[in-house]
Structures are given as structure tokens and as C-alpha cells.
């Protein structure tokens, strides 16, 4: 079952701050989120392993809530880059086979 | 970092022919590779899991008939959409990961496959 990206969209204003979130109904060894441009393969963003940790790239950061089964993805301060489609990945088990949410699509304007 | 190389990045074809997709690992061994379709605006959706060596792991729905998979050696699988119709056009994408532990997937650029 495909785990669930909420919003399906945002409109965002340079400098301004988003907050994307994914839900599984099942149990989850690992989310990993990738970031997606038009017509572009998706680009790997980072991997959060079930312990509550929480990681960043650049001003991107998210956090995995293993009890909720939910992850969060923090975009802070954006920048007209972070333009694009966010999907987050849940894996069950160790190993590499994920399924994908549908996607947050993310638009950053000046 | 790792790289996957996918290749052709277009086709354009006629109905009934059968198209040849590429999946290659440039810097790392894959045991494993994945096989994606991709509608416009949509989700990634798993076809199937490519293992080196064996056959090929389908997701329910797929057909392994029209979707033929080959992973013949740890850096190359192959994706063959047989006597392919109109109704095959989408984007397809492969990734691989390295062995071990969680690995992030890295991902071809994708073919583009549209059916006339």
C-alpha cells in the first residue's frame, strides 16, 4: 500500500518555510526521500532508519517517527532550486525495494 | 557517488515493435535493480525487481510476458517491452543501490517511450 505525502502541493516564496509530510499504515524499517524536476530522473535526498533520527542536507532536514510510522521533510529558508516534485520511499525491511507516495509537488517563487 | 546510466533516453516507435531499455551501474556492482513506470504528474510505480543471475521479481498486475527483464551481469539490466501498443507510453526508469544495509537508490535519467 502506498504510503500517503501530504500536501499534494505548495506555493512557496523565497526564504519561506514548508513542511511536507508522508504516512504509511505499516510498519517501516526506513523512509527515503527523493526530489524530483520536470522531465528528470529522481534525485536521492536522504535515508531515515526507524529511531526517531533526523538528518539534513543543505537546509533540507527531515525526521522518521517510528510509533506514528510518519516522516516529515523541513524545507527552511527555501530557495528557488528546491522547485520540484518530493517524494518520500518506504522500505519494510532492510534491503532496497521501496514504495513511493505520490508526491508533493513544490513551487518556489522570488 | 554512485551513477546508474539508462539507455536510450527517447524512443518513438510504432505499434507492434519491440523496444530494448538499459540500466547500467557505472561505478558500483548491483545485484539488484529496479524497474519503474512513471505516468505524467504521477507517482513512481514499482514494475519489477531485477536479480542478477535469476529471474526477475514482478509486482502484482505486471504483466512478465510484455515486460521482459534481464540482469545477465552485476552492472547491466535490461528491460524489452514486447510488440509494445500505445497503451506501453510512459516514462520508464530503473535504479540501483549498493548491496548492504540501507542504500539509497540512485536512478537512470529514465527512457521516454512514446508508441504511435
Known amino acids: 500500500q502506498q504510503p500517503v505525502q501530504s500536501p499534494q502541493a505548495v506555493i512557496l516564496r523565497e526564504g519561506e518555510d514548508a513542511v511536507i509530510n508522508c504516512s504509511s499504515s505499516?510498519?517501516?524499517?526506513?523512509v527515503h526521500w527523493y526530489r524530483q524536476k520536470h522531465g528528470e530522473a529522481p534525485v536521492f535526498l536522504m535515508i531515515?532508519?526507524?529511531?526517531?533520527e533526523q538528518k539534513g542536507h543543505e537546509k533540507i532536514s527531515a525526521s522518521f517517527n517510528e510509533k506514528k510510522q510518519q516522516s516529515s521533510l523541513y524545507l527552511t529558508a527555501s530557495q528557488l532550486s528546491y522547485s520540484g516534485t518530493y517524494f518520500c520511499g518506504t522500505a519494510e525491511a532492510a534491503g532496497n525495494k521501496l514504495t513511493f507516495g505520490g508526491g508533493t509537488r513544490v513551487l518556489v517563487k522570488p | 557517488g554512485a551513477v546508474v546510466s539508462q539507455h536510450p533516453s527517447w524512443v518513438i516507435c510504432k505499434s507492434g515493435t519491440s523496444v530494448k531499455i538499459e540500466c547500467r551501474s557505472l561505478d558500483f556492482q548491483a545485484t539488484t535493480m529496479f524497474w519503474y513506470r512513471q505516468f505524467p504528474k504521477q507517482s513512481l510505480m514499482l514494475m519489477a525487481t531485477?536479480?542478477?543471475?535469476?529471474?526477475?521479481?514482478?509486482e502484482q498486475g505486471v504483466e512478465k510476458d510484455k515486460f521482459l527483464i534481464n540482469h545477465a551481469s552485476l552492472t547491466l539490466s535490461t528491460l524489452t517491452v514486447t510488440s509494445a501498443h500505445p497503451e506501453d507510453s510512459s516514462f520508464y526508469i530503473c535504479?540501483?543501490?549498493?548491496?548492504?544495509?540501507?542504500?539509497?537508490?540512485?536512478f537512470g535519467d529514465g527512457t521516454r517511450l512514446s508508441i504511435l
Open positions: 535504479s540501483a543501490g549498493r548491496q548492504g544495509g540501507n542504500q539509497p537508490q540512485h
Open positions: 531515515l532508519l526507524k529511531g526517531g
Open positions: 531485477s536479480n542478477e543471475g535469476s529471474k526477475a521479481t514482478y
Open positions: 505499516k510498519a517501516l524499517y526506513s
